[in-house]
């Protein structure tokens, strides 16, 4: 989703642009705070999404603003952590970023990738970013091991019904049709039918 200006409409005449990037990771998380704090740092155009930061994969809007970035241009985020949760992919999009001679800076955090001392604080927070990350996922792998140990854990529900995928298949429907029925994949129906009964 954007915001403003379409990014195929800036730094026409040579004028510099400031590209905003918000992130959220869940769709029930709201984006309204970031894009405030963006709209008031001065953005011309702001580009958000829904999506996981632990990667890059699949985040369509962050492409968008890295392919229109232009020399003397800033891309704005309200924290590091919008941008990368992995200092791999962190160091990966500052160095697009000064590719196309634009800068990097944040809303909250003190920092202008346009000198050296930006690019060591950068590197800093990506660092911290990506330790609360490898933290978080420490503590839920230790909470499920105690929940187990306890006979408390239960799991993630099933999202696929094998007893309906089993029936559907005793009428005579194949594995598209299945899949068409219940909306799933047919790499799940394939999955159900192996499962024991």
Known sequence: MWYGLDPSETNKG???TTIGYARVSTTDQNLEIQIAALKAAGCDV????????????????????????RKGDVLMVTR??????????????VRA???????LKATEQPFDTGNIYGELTVNLLGCFAEFET?????????GIAKAKAAGI??????SIDVTKVRDLKK????????????????ASVYRALLTAP
Do not use: C, H, M, W
């Open 134 to 142: 490898n933290l978080r996922k420490e503590r839920q792998a230790e």
């Open 97 to 103: 970023v000064k590719a196309k001679g634009a800068t």
């Open 46 to 69: 702001i580009r958000s999404e829904k999506r996981s930061g632990t990667s890059t994969t699949g985040r369509a809007e962050l492409q968008t603003v890295l392919d229109f970035l």
């Open 80 to 93: 590091i952590d919008r941008l990368a949760r992995s200092i791999g992919d962190l160091q990966d999009i």
């Open 14 to 16: 040579g004028t510099l």
């Open 171 to 186: 009428k005579g429907l194949g594995a598209s049709e299945i899949a068409k029925a219940l909306k799933i994949g047919r």
């Open 153 to 158: 854990y239960k799991g993630r529900p099933p």
